[in-house]
């Protein structure tokens, strides 16, 4: 690789790379063994982290009380509209005030009747619309919670050292490549590429290779 110094033979390289920590082949070829034990050590610390947990709780439980007080509003006033336009008709009054029995005529008792049945299968019809249409709109709400919860990176300076980690902390890590590293932390395909220049500051993951799943 172009930049790379090869000593002469018997010399020694002071930026030696070390061999892969599951399988000890060479450094190269580069071995996916690393990235893969990395990628799987960071979802098992995701799953330990708690904090996600209460997240997708949160945003879950504010979305679906969303979801139904915004279908209620639209049951609500269909059930107002489908009911102002019964009272548009002429017998609807007395209907009610007979309680489904009113003193008319045979011809008119079965003209309302048959208003109130395509009213009602109209409403049912437009309720299972409402829930469907605010079902529907999950994503975005789930979204609009989620951006409301605040995630905030600590400056590197400020976090104390932890006893057996001498890696954590920000002593000596350039501002530039400190936020380079966080940011390349997004994904493992961007570990891969990252893997070697980021060794000693960044934990081998894990202990020869074996990891519980779950
Ligand atoms: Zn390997």
């Not at 070390?18 to 070829?29: K, Q, S, V, Y």
């Not at 007395?94 to 003209?111: F, S």
């Not at 976090?159 to 994904?187: F, H, I, M």
Request: aromatic share 8%.
């Amino acid at each position: 690789m172009a930049g790379i110094m090869i000593p002469p033979p018997g010399m020694l390289s002071p930026t030696i790379d070390a061999n892969c920590a599951i399988c000890n082949a060479p450094p190269i070829p580069e071995c996916p063994h690393e990235v893969e034990s990395l990628a799987l050590a960071l979802d098992q610390a995701v799953t330990r982290w708690t904090r996600l947990a209460e997240i997708r709780q949160w945003a879950v439980d504010n979305a679906k009380n969303c979801v139904i007080r915004t279908f209620n509003q639209r049951r609500e006033a269909r059930y107002a509209k489908v009911l102002a336009f019964l009272e548009t008709l002429p017998c609807y009054g007395i209907y009610v005030r007979y309680a489904g029995h009113p003193p008319i005529t045979p011809q008119l008792l079965g003209e309302i009747q048959y208003h109130i049945r395509n009213a009602n299968e109209a409403f049912k019809a437009g309720v299972n619309e409402d829930w469907r249409r605010s079902c529907m709109e999950y994503p975005g709400i789930l979204d609009h919670f989620l951006g409301l919860v605040e995630v905030r990176f600590p400056v590197l300076e400020e976090v104390a050292v932890v006893a057996g980690y001498p890696g954590l902390g920000g002593a000596g890590v350039p501002e530039q490549k400190r936020v380079k590293t966080r940011r390349d932390s997004v994904n493992t395909g961007d570990l891969r590429k990252e893997r070697r220049r980021s060794r000693g500051r960044t934990p081998p993951a894990g202990g020869e290779g074996h990891y519980r799943r779950g």
